[in-house]
């Protein structure tokens, strides 16, 4: 039986991992690292520190499908709305602009996490590890040894690294070395946008008066997009505060990218208060820096895998090498399941 390390528990690696269970349940032992303490990656859901029913969706808002991939990727669709992990955005998005006719709008009434957490249960058997910080891979022999962050190396025989482009160009050991000049020169050329998003968790009861349920900003030069997070998902509930979630406009992202988030979360509040006069004050609060946030430019001709090598196996994958949404992510997982399918 192969063991097939999977770095990295967000939408891509979570659906490698569920492809591989059910395609190839006897050949494989599959364990997911995720540096993290949970599971979601962009697709991030936290969750209010005095009231753990109330959430806030600090990536990924709604699922866009064209027709396109609402065609191709139909089963995904239909399983996610099955066990009610989607249904339909109804409320009232603001200023939303859509470039092609015939999108459907999905939201996720359990908060965006619920997709990879669906997926990883469905990986049954797959060994899923919190706080694990891949440092070093090395090549040993017909192996891979993975080191990580506070803790012994293991060895694999094969190993999927879904982790943003630069994060996987800082890993250390034999990665680098392995790559070709082209692949490399491919690797450095991925780009990727960087916001602030700020999710805010207020009393139960508390009255947010505005028609919307979510709206994009135009002309402020710090805010571009707020969410009442329970009424985008049509959940707003009496025993539950709304929670409401800001994420930043990319120039100011990049602006205060290197400082500390404690500085830059008075700036954004500022802003929202003159955005939104009157707003209460929020009883907690969750600022998150996406350094990495949604992919500008993907690996040429985005291929959705990229193999740095094939004995033994060493892929990459996720947003970066499509692009950055749900649909993206799954088609890298299914590029990157293929290459495992025929290798092992
Ligand atoms: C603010 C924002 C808004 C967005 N809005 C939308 C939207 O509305 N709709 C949509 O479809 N998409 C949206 N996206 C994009 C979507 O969230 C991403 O395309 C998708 O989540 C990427 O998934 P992934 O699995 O490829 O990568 P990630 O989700 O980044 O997963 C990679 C995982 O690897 C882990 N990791 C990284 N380095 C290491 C290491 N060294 N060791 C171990 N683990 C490691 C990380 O902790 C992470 O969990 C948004 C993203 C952001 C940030």
Request: a neutral charge.
């Amino acid at each position: 039986m192969s063991r097939v390390l999977i770095v990295g528990a967000g939408l891509t690696g979570s659906v490698c991992a569920c492809l591989l269970r059910r395609e190839l349940p006897q050949k494989i032992k599959i364990v997911v690292w995720d540096k993290s303490r949970g599971a979601g990656g962009r697709m991030a859901t936290s969750r209010s520190p005095t009231d753990s029913a109330c959430t806030v969706d600090l990536g990924a808002q709604y699922i866009t499908a064209t027709p396109h991939y609402a065609r191709i990727h139909q089963s995904f669709y239909e399983e996610l709305l099955a066990h009610g992990i989607l249904s339909p955005l109804v409320s009232s998005v603001e200023g939303m602009m859509s470039r092609e006719e015939g999108l459907t709008n999905y939201v996720t009434p359990k908060g965006v996490s619920s997709i990879v957490k669906h997926y990883l249960k469905e990986s049954a058997g797959a060994e899923v590890f919190y706080d694990r910080h891949v440092t070093h891979v090395y090549r040993r022999g017909a192996c891979w040894e993975v080191c990580r962050k506070d803790g012994e190396p293991e060895h694999f025989d094969a190993v999927v690294l879904t982790m943003p482009v630069p994060q996987i160009l800082q890993l250390q050991g034999d990665v680098g070395s392995l790559m070709a000049v082209p692949q490399r020169e491919q690797l450095e050329a991925v780009s990727y946008s960087s916001r602030y998003a700020l999710g805010l968790f207020y009393p139960p009861h508390t009255s947010i008066p505005v028609p919307w349920a979510a709206k994009y900003i135009c002309g402020s030069p710090c805010i571009r997009f707020i969410a009442i997070d329970n009424k985008k998902r049509n959940t707003e509930s009496s025993d539950c505060g709304p929670s409401m979630v800001v994420h930043t406009s990319v120039p100011f992202g990049v602006e205060h990218l290197e400082e500390e988030k404690e500085r830059v979360q008075p700036l954004i509040m500022d802003e929202l208060q003159r955005l939104m006069p009157g707003l209460p004050q929020p009883a907690s609060s969750k600022c998150q820096k996406w350094r990495y946030s949604q992919v500008t430019r993907s690996v040429a001709d985005c291929p959705g895998q990229m193999t740095l090598l094939s004995e033994p196996l060493l892929v990459c994958g996720g947003d970066g090498f499509t692009h950055s949404n749900f649909d993206g992510c799954i088609e890298s997982a299914l590029k990157v399941f293929q290459v495992l399918k025929s290798s092992l």
